[in-house]
């Protein structure tokens, strides 16, 4: 295998969790519903990432 394939591989294995959590915040609403200023956004986005890869680890 060449090293830019292994290099996408290494990037898409660790990029799939990240776009299912965002995926699972679009299923739940919640970024649709956030009407709030940008610090406490990116506090409750971090959590609900944390909760996701929890989840998705499981």
């Known amino acids: 295998m060449?090293?830019?394939q292994?290099?996408?591989?290494v990037l898409a294995v660790g990029r799939a969790p990240v776009e299912h959590g965002f995926a699972r915040l679009k299923n739940w609403r919640t970024l649709t519903?956030?009407?709030t200023d940008p610090a406490?956004?990116?506090h409750l986005l971090?959590?609900?990432?944390?909760l996701t890869t929890l989840d998705v680890n499981r």
């Open 40 to 42: 406490r956004a990116t």
């Open 2 to 4: 060449r090293p830019t």
């Open 46 to 50: 971090r959590a609900l990432l944390v």
């Open 6 to 9: 292994d290099a996408h591989r």
């Open 33 to 35: 519903k956030l009407r």
